[in-house]
């Protein structure tokens, strides 16, 4: 498979082409979004509570995200690569954001970064843009504004909140935004946000209007506790793992396991002179 790339995603966008997105947080789950030919691979925050056990996203740390970034992208060949900037990392001034940007792109090896906020961010997203950096938004339900959102909840269900969110729309993708993630928004207004747009929006728990979808990998795996209304399951990996892991330490207990196709051999007449 070719390499995905701006151009890439702009022209699934122009045919009316759904783009897949899909988080990774290591080498392995990097490496597996990259052999099923997902179009952007996306090292979420999300990394913070389903990879470290963390209660929320914005308690990760930049370094740590460096971390998981990186090793996304040693198993990252033809997927874009977008890695979320932690809260904390650029909502001071622009400066700050560049400068944490420009570590996400060469310690952490991304092609592009995300940041959660609407028109407030409009400056920031400029700059970035302005010294070739691309950028993904993210509107809706931000996860890293949960508190001062009062928790998970579905954004932009009254005309005006809906007309907000139109807004922030529109001024993310004037400041340059290459595409608008949008999280947890009633359907319709997705659909008329991304009719709005001539840019693709990338939706979760956004419906089908969307010009692309993401999910959270552990959630769709079910290897990750509770699972969003918007999340579709379409594995439970926690039970096949945890199956298989009983059977090991049965397979021990009754000495099953290792069997004689697990065992090095050693010449024979080695053996018997160390035997003796
Ligand atoms: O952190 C994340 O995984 C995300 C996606 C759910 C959009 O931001
Ligand atoms: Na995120």
Redesign the pocket.
Known sequence: RTKVTLATLRKLYKRREPITVMTAHDFPTGTLVDKAGIDMT?V???LAMVALGYTS?SEITLDEMLHHCRAVARGTRSSFLVA?MPFGTYETSPEQAVANAVRIIKEGKAEAV?L?GGRELAPTIARLTKVGIPVLG?IGLT??RQASLGGYKVQGKTVAKAMALLEDALALQEAGCYGIVLEAVPEPVARHVTNMLSVPTIGIGAGVGCSGQVLVQQDMLGLYGRVPKFCKTYRNLADEIVGALKEYSADVKSGAFPAEEHCYPMPQEELVKFLR
């Open positions: 996306l979420g925050d999300s996203t979320d995300k959660e993210h996860p890293q």
